[in-house]
């Protein structure tokens, strides 16, 4: 997982507190609309309106943020393997790395998205806490339209099926979590591929809510194409 990034953003926040994002236009993106992605909290991105995008319209935190502050950890985490293998290839420094919480992420209009990378979300949670989805409109997208989640036990080395020696047993982390995901529209995605949902999980997020979505138009060929699919690892939803 130490391999994978994000691919660039009309706009992109990163390290900050108190941001306020609200009532703009990002339209005709080559890649994704607008990128939340390390250490911000307590910020609002409320009443956007994000069209006619590359990829993803809007994405939460980073693939890596399955562990904060690992770059150089030698912790063993109960497998063959040290997690410290690549860990050079780690993006954040200890001291920079954070995750992204208490954001809200309201009453944002996102249309038209992923018309060249197919296989992005219309918005995308990688990891982070404390997030208010609410009352967003997302429509016309080739995959999923809302997705949560990214790693479910593989991603830092851990074996799934040790629940006894490993720290990180069957992929838990406490960096998903306390979110909520409610009263938004989706409508048309999964348009072109599959193996997704209106609204996808995937792994553990403890506390988390999915409640009063409107879900309409899911999937063409209809493999795993469903309204909320809960994938590998889904628990505590």
Request: with cysteine.
């Amino acid at each position: 997982y130490r391999s994978v990034d994000l691919t660039p953003a009309a706009v992109e926040v990163t390290s900050a507190d108190n941001i306020g994002f609200v009532n703009n236009t990002i339209k005709h993106t080559a890649n994704d609309g607008l990128n939340v992605i390390n250490d911000v909290t307590d910020s609002v991105f409320d009443g956007n309106v994000i069209y006619d995008t590359g990829g993803t319209a809007l994405s939460v935190g980073h693939p890596q943020h399955h562990e904060i502050g690992d770059k150089g950890s030698e912790e063993l985490l109960g497998y063959k393997d040290p997690s410290n293998q690549y860990s050079d290839k780690e993006k954040y420094d200890v001291d920079v790395e954070g995750l992204c919480s208490n954001l809200d992420i309201t009453n944002n209009y996102m249309v038209d998205l992923a018309v060249t990378y197919y296989g992005c979300p219309g918005m995308t949670i990688y990891y982070g806490t404390e997030l208010s989805v609410l009352h967003n409109h997302v429509e016309n997208a080739p995959y999923s339209g809302i997705s949560l989640g990214w790693g479910w036990g593989y991603t830092v080395g851990a074996d799934i099926s040790d629940t006894n020696g490993s720290t990180d047993p069957q992929g838990e982390t406490p960096n998903l979590q306390n979110n909520e995901v409610a009263y938004n529209r989706v409508i048309n995605v999964l348009t072109t591929m599959a193996d997704g949902g209106s609204i996808y999980t995937l792994g553990p997020m403890k506390g988390t809510t999915i409640h009063d979505n409107y879900l309409s138009k899911v999937g063409k060929n209809g493999y795993h194409s469903r309204g909320i699919h809960i994938d590998e690892g889904t628990r505590y939803i």
